[in-house]
């Protein structure tokens, strides 16, 4: 049963932990292998200072933008209903904690949609559990958002001649993104604890990537290719000196900031001679590929979907 948007337990039921969530202590900028003088880092942190509110500790805290509703095109598809899956006693408790903790923080709520998408736990490789949505049946019936995705090469291209870098990562990019009324049931998702709709845009979606390249891009429509470059929810500031750097960082923060984004502080880095971004590290002297890491968290479950 729920009552006011939490689930109810029977009695003697202990809940499971919920993933923990760190408060937020202020904006204190990553200069961890910077290429920059003292003075300039204490420079680079006044500006940051501006835009502290935009910076939060947790992906469970995002933003959220008014520019955009996402919308989920079936055409005359009639509602796909599917059962939930069964899952193992630690995977129902990871399941529940994050369903009890999506309808606290409003991104979901219980549904009486027509609608039904299962659950899917997903086992990462370091033993960690995933919760993810089996949302194929609904793809198979979307109308497909054919918006590009920048071309890697020509990243890479525009990076390969600059001498400074600083990256930017949107927390939890797609919980920033409300649900357009008119899809809202069709995101309902079923599990051993009820029926619920998303009220932000979910992870798994076959529109989902496009959906929110073509938003950044329209919010930094001036300034992609030129100040900086956008994949998704990553973010590279490029210049060939510090005075730029710190002009084109403040540049970006203020549209993020503007279209209501809030940045993960520990995946930010400023002022850097070098900087991984998609897969390649880039240097003023050149581009050699990344050392090839374990999948990382939503990554790692998306791959495996």
């Known amino acids: 049963m729920v009552s006011e948007g939490r689930l109810d337990r029977p009695a003697g039921i202990v809940e499971a932990p919920k993933p923990e969530i760190p408060p937020d202590k202020g904006m204190e900028a990553d200069f961890s292998d910077s290429a920059l003088s003292e003075a300039q880092k204490s420079l680079f942190q006044d500006e940051l200072n501006g835009f502290s509110d935009m910076f939060v500790e947790s992906s469970k805290k995002p933003g959220r933008t008014e520019l955009f509703k996402f919308e989920i095109d079936t055409g005359d598809s009639k ?124 992870f798994d979606l076959c529109n989902a990537v496009p959906a929110f390249e073509r938003l950044m891009d329209m919010v930094l429509v001036d300034l992609r290719w030129r100040v900086c470059l956008v994949y998704l929810d990553d973010c590279v500031v490029f210049s060939d000196d510090f005075p730029s750097q710190l002009v084109r960082v403040r540049q970006v923060l203020t549209r993020i900031r503007e279209a209501g984004f809030k940045l993960k502080m520990k995946k930010c880095h400023w002022g850097r001679n070098q900087v991984a971004f998609l897969g390649h590290i880039v240097t003023p002297s050149g581009i050699h590929p990344a050392e090839p890491q374990k999948g990382e968290g939503r990554d790692e479950c998306a791959a495996s979907a």
């Open 79 to 202: 509602p796909i209903k599917q059962q939930p899956y069964r899952v193992s006693g630690a995977e129902g408790e990871v399941m529940e904690a994050e369903v009890d903790q999506y309808l606290e923080m409003g991104f979901i709520r219980p549904s009486h949609s027509p609608w039904a998408s299962p659950v899917l736990m997903i086992r990462k490789s370091d033993g960690g559990i995933c919760f993810c949505i089996d949302y194929r049946k609904l793809n198979a019936v979307t109308v497909k958002d054919c918006y590009p995705m920048p071309l890697i090469d020509d990243i890479l291209d525009v990076l390969g001649g600059a001498k400074l870098f600083s990256t930017m990562d949107i927390a939890s990019g797609y919980w920033n993104v409300p649900m357009h009324e008119n899809s809202v049931a069709k995101t309902a998702f079923t599990c051993q604890y009820g029926l619920y709709e998303w009220l932000v845009m979910p």
